[in-house]
Structures are given as C-alpha cells and as structure tokens.
Nanobody, 119 residues
Framework: QVQLVESGGGLVQPGGSLRLSCAVS????????MGWYRQAPGKQRETVAL???????TYADSVKGRFTISRDSAKNTVSLQMASLKPEDTAVYYC?????????????WGQGTQVTVSS
C-alpha cells in the first residue's frame, strides 16, 4: 500500500523559513513526477512546485525565487525548502506523486501538513 507522509510544517514568522519533507513508502511503478500543492481556507488547492522524474522543476509565480523543490530518488523523498515566507503562504501543504500514463496519471496524496506564517 502506498503512503505519503509529510513533515516539517508549523508556525513561522513572516520572513522565516521552513523545510517540508515527504516520505513515500510502498511500490509506485513509473513515477512521472512529484510535487507540492497547497490549500488555504476558502480557496481551491493550487500547485506550488513540481519536479519531474528527469529533475525538471516548475514553480507557481507566487513562490518563484523563494521556494525550492528537490527529490531524493534513492530515499524516495521529495522536499520543499521555503524561504522569505509571507502570511499568504499560510495553507495546508500536500505532497503528491504522479505515476503511469503521462496524459492520465495516477495521483497519490499525503495527508497534508499545516504551514502558518504569522507574527
């Protein structure tokens, strides 16, 4: 059974940093990519950062230059280093893995970890 477990969330002051990690257990065949999404209260879930199996990265405009996604294929983990955090970054952050068909991939999700940016 596939499990994605996030860690590293918490409360941080504006301008601070946090590092989120996601450990993937179980067997996932043909991983296409991994990523982080977030959902703030009253808003839709949005893409934060994606990394492909080849190492290519994509970021939401709102986090470019502040967040960095990385992947350790050997350990089957994906991380999100967040810097210069703003109150608008407050959300539940979800880890995601895409596998299988590139047009119609299977999605696996973690349970989410809360990030709160507040003074």
């Amino acid at each position: 059974q596939v499990q994605l477990v996030e860690s590293g969330g918490g409360l941080v002051q504006p301008g601070g940093s946090l590092r989120l990690s996601c450990a993937v257990s179980g067997s996932i065949v043909s991983i296409i990519g991994m990523g982080w999404y977030r959902q703030a209260p009253g808003k839709q879930r949005e893409t934060v950062a994606l990394i492909t199996s080849g190492g290519g990265t994509t970021y939401a405009d709102s986090v470019k230059g502040r967040f960095t996604i990385s992947r350790d294929s050997a350990k089957n983990t994906v991380s999100l280093q967040m810097a210069s955090l703003k109150p608008e970054d407050t959300a539940v952050y979800y880890c995601n893995v895409r596998s299988g068909d590139r047009l119609f991939p299977d999605h696996y999700w973690g349970q989410g970890t809360q990030v709160t940016v507040s003074s």
